[in-house]
Every structure is written in structure tokens, then in C-alpha cells.
């Protein structure tokens, strides 16, 4: 998960941001585009200091996920292959208007492979050992499972 998250921007919640800890003390907006208010943020300056900047709570306070879900920062740098043939690893998650990708800064250098998070593009996601395969023939991959460089023909 990358984006705003409603079950979690409760009042009462207690948020991390700027290397500060506060409650939630009023939510406005959408579930899409909250808009929350935070205890001790008192005038429009201080708030502005902190727009756009990560919120976060503590893995305590979050609900527990649906099979398939996954928390983003379990899944960055994870170690990412192709059949067994290791591709990269896992530098952020994006969220793009369809669906949330994984940027894979791939061990052959290069721009970086974005790999949808949809059940034909990732096989297998075990973030106890940090490892996540990937179905490099559906990614349109040269040489997906036969040991060629992961991004020979990408572009």
C-alpha cells in the first residue's frame, strides 16, 4: 500500500511525520484525498511545512492485511527474479492511475523495470525472505527464463 489509506486516518490515530509523532484530531476530504488535522499543528504555516510529506503509523495501530496485500516498505528491496534468474531488486513502489508497480533497479543497470503489481506480471511474493518472482515472458523480457539480460530489448 502507497497511498491513503481511510482505515487508517482515524481520529485518535496516532501518525508519524517530519520525525514527529501526533494524533489524528479531525479528517475532512475523501477516502482518495484526506485531509486530516493534527494535534499540535495550530496555524495554516505549520501545516503548510508539512504538506505532501510521508504520514505514516506505527505497524501496531494498522489493520491486518487481506491475502495479497502487502505493506510497501516490506516489499522495497526485496530481491526480484525471473524463473529463479535474479533481475534486481525492488527500489520503491509506485502508485499509478491502474494499479501500484514495483520499480526494479535491475543488476544490469539501466532505467529501471516497472513491473505491475496483477497476478500475471508477479508470481510469488515471500517477504520473509525478501524475495518476489516475476513473470518476465508476460513483462515482454528478452530472453524471459533463458538467462539473458533482463532489459536487452525493453525500451
Known amino acids: 500500500m502507497t497511498g491513503p489509506?481511510?482505515?487508517?486516518?482515524?481520529?485518535?490515530?496516532?501518525?508519524s511525520v517530519a520525525g514527529a509523532t501526533a494524533a489524528i484530531v479531525r479528517r475532512a476530504g475523501t477516502d482518495s484525498r484526506p485531509i486530516v488535522r493534527l494535534e499540535g499543528v495550530d496555524d495554516r504555516a505549520s501545516?503548510?511545512?508539512?504538506?505532501?510529506?510521508?504520514?505514516?503509523?506505527s505497524r501496531q495501530q494498522a489493520p491486518a492485511l487481506a491475502p495479497g496485500e502487502w505493506w510497501s516498505r516490506e516489499l522495497e528491496s526485496c530481491e526480484v527474479s525471473d524463473r529463479g534468474r535474479r533481475i534486481g531488486t525492488v527500489a520503491r513502489?509506485?502508485?499509478?492511475?491502474?494499479?501500484?508497480?514495483?520499480e526494479v533497479?535491475?543488476?544490469?543497470?539501466?532505467?529501471?523495470?516497472?513491473?505491475p503489481m496483477v497476478k500475471d506480471a508477479v508470481l510469488r511474493v515471500d517477504t520473509a525472505r525478501g524475495a518476489i518472482e516475476?513473470?518476465?515472458?508476460?513483462?515482454?523480457?528478452?530472453?524471459?527464463?533463458?538467462?539473458a539480460d533482463a532489459d536487452a530489448e525493453r525500451g
Open 93 to 102: 513502489v509506485l502508485e499509478l492511475p491502474s494499479c501500484e508497480a514495483l
Open 105 to 115: 533497479q535491475l543488476i544490469s543497470g539501466g532505467a529501471p523495470l516497472l513491473v
Open 5 to 15: 489509506e481511510a482505515r487508517l486516518l482515524l481520529v485518535g490515530t496516532l501518525v
Open 134 to 147: 516475476i513473470d518476465g515472458e508476460f513483462l515482454g523480457l528478452a530472453g524471459a527464463g533463458a538467462g
Open 47 to 57: 501545516a503548510e511545512a508539512l504538506r505532501g510529506l510521508p504520514l505514516t503509523v
